[in-house]
């Protein structure tokens, strides 16, 4: 059987409080499909939607994409590493409020900017209530059998990558790191740095290869049955 995908797609955010066209595409065409994908949301840079935005996010929402937390600020300076516990919560807590309060949509799921985490971010993660941790670092000392830092839906980062560079989608780099063995593959992408027609020609052509494989697609509350 072909291994779940879930694709982590990173970065969602508003522009000056309108919709990047690039977000608009990639998650309307994960819909068209009938796929699913996660979106990580930035939380300080999505506040302040319209009417408009918020019934467009909901309407993502309602058709297979599942919004998570992507970090507050995603800042260069690493939000989840070298910070406090509490710092740490409330930087995820911010933006479960603000799309659960203003978009009105679950946002249980999280995976920090960078993916740089450490052990008060397993702290921080399970006093924020998070159901799936996306790209957990276990090896970090954040071991998943010691009651304080556990949390029991995590997705690890496997070897099955789509991306060249950050926003360089390459079928063929899917189809050599591809790992038709696991029971998933969480690949990440990053939809806003698509940055011509060639890129999104690429793109097209893994979700189709993905799907000649036989795979399910799954957001990562789905794939634990949440």
């Not at 595409?25 to 506040?47: E, K, M, N, P």
């Not at 950050?166 to 992408?189: D, H, M």
Request: hydrophobic share 40%; glycine share 8%.
């Amino acid at each position: 059987m072909p291994p779940k995908v879930i694709i982590k797609a990173d970065d969602y955010a508003l522009n000056n409080g309108a919709q990047y066209a690039n977000w608009t595409r990639f998650l309307d065409d994960i819909v068209t499909r009938g796929l699913s994908a996660w979106a990580g949301a930035i939380g300080d840079r999505c506040v302040a939607p319209s009417a408009a935005i918020i019934t467009q996010v909901q309407a993502w929402e309602s058709n297979g994409i599942e919004f998570g937390g992507h970090g507050w600020t995603h800042s260069p300076v690493y939000e989840f590493k070298g910070r406090s516990i509490g710092i740490q919560t409330s930087h995820i807590r911010e933006t479960q409020r603000l799309l659960e309060d203003v978009y009105e949509i679950p946002c249980r799921s999280f995976a920090a900017p960078y993916n740089e985490v450490e052990v008060n971010t397993g702290h921080a993660v399970k006093a924020a209530g998070v159901a799936v941790w996306l790209f957990a670092k276990w090896g970090q000392g954040l071991d998943p059998v010691t009651p304080s830092v556990a949390i029991t839906n995590y997705l690890s980062r496997s070897t099955t990558e789509i991306e060249t560079a950050t926003g360089v989608p390459s079928l063929s780099k899917l189809q050599q790191t591809f790992e038709a063995t696991r029971p998933y593959v969480c690949i990440q992408v990053h939809p806003n740095s698509f940055a011509n027609e060639a890129a999104w020609t690429e793109w097209n052509a893994c979700l189709d290869w993905l799907v000649t494989q036989g795979c399910e697609f799954k957001t990562p509350c789905e794939y634990f049955g949440i």
